[in-house]
């Protein structure tokens, strides 16, 4: 098997055809130089390169040698540096997801920030239904998603929390909670609760649809929703209740919803999320550039 540094010094060596110039290139003296290939010669069985007191020619073997391997070495070197660079370059492409229309505002803030910090580096943003999100980032249609939380799944690095907003239960309009201030967790074990798909994690299921209250009492699960408007359409249907993010009330105001303020339920969270083996620069760079936004007074958001 060839080693790395023979062949760096044959293919060095074979362009610049002087063993003191090749030497500099490769950071090494002249006589490990001639050690190297003297060694690679032996083990080939015949000259590399014919040598006189005044000039280093390639051999006919030699020749063919390097004509054979210095197109397959570019290549892997080029390759490597394309790793290098998208593993910690600040240049290239970012795709970025978000899920419904408030993140989505955050996230065209977040990219302006990202953009102003990194020029060499452009971010494009699409939207995805929750269900959607795990799959595109395992398969790297997206690098980086801002999406509700938790998300507690093997692979997946979940982020700060960017944003924190009351949690409500969205009921129908004739509900007999329509009509009250406030609802309490423990009023979710006197109604069916819809769920959203059993592929999202187990830890986001748990959160917005537990199988039991805080003191213990069963909750009855209804059907689950693809999506965030089908899911609001089976609660104008009298299908369940579900629990929401304050925002909801402003971006998915319905004739066949009211949103009722819980009054003792933890916050709803949303923050980014990546998979664990693409913590790319840009991908840090981008979730710095979303918190430093997220935490910015008001005025300067």
């Known amino acids: 098997m060839l080693e790395r540094h023979e062949l760096e010094a044959f ?19 002249t006589a490990r130089v001639s050690q190297i290939i003297a060694k690679l ?51 290239g492409l970012l795709r970025v997801a978000f899920t419904g229309p408030a993140a989505g505002q955050l996230l065209v803030g977040a990219t302006r920030v990202f953009r102003d910090r990194h020029p060499d580096c452009d971010a494009r943003i699409k939207e995805a239904h929750l ?19 938790p998300i507690h799944e093997e692979g997946i690095v979940m982020g700060p929390v960017l944003v924190r907003e009351a949690r409500m239960l969205a009921v129908p309009t004739g509900h007999p909670f329509a009509r009250r201030a406030t609802v309490s967790v423990e009023d979710l074990a006197r109604v069916t609760v819809l769920q959203i798909p059993e ?22 699960l209804g059907p689950s929703a693809m999506t965030f408007n089908e899911t609001l359409t089976l609660v104008g249907a009298g ?9 909801t009330r402003r971006y998915f105001a ?15 969270d949303w923050g980014l999320v990546w998979p664990a083996d693409g913590a790319t620069a840009r991908v840090r760079a981008f979730s710095e550039a979303a918190l430093d936004l997220a ?5 300067n958001a």
Do not use: K, M
Request: with cysteine.
């Open 295 to 299: 935490q910015a007074p008001a005025s």
């Open 254 to 268: 319905r004739p066949d919803v009211v949103y009722v303020p819980f009054e003792d339920a933890a916050s709803v």
């Open 41 to 91: 010669e032996r083990r080939v069985g015949v000259p590399l390169f014919n040598r006189t007191s005044r000039r280093v020619e390639l051999s006919p073997v030699g020749r063919r040698l390097y004509e054979e391997t210095r197109p397959a070495w570019s290549r892997i070197t080029d390759a490597f540096e394309r790793a290098v660079d998208a593993g910690r370059g600040l240049t």
């Open 131 to 149: 269900p959607e999100v795990l799959p595109w980032l395992r398969s790297g249609e997206v690098d980086i998603a801002l999406t509700c939380h």
């Open 11 to 29: 293919l060095t060596l074979a362009e610049e055809l002087h063993f003191g110039r090749s030497a500099e290139r490769l950071h090494v003296s």
């Open 199 to 220: 592929t999202l994690p187990e830890s986001l299921r748990e959160d917005r649809a537990p199988c039991r209250t805080p003191s213990g009492r069963p909750i009855a």
């Open 239 to 247: 299908e369940g209740v579900f629990t929401v993010g304050a925002h």
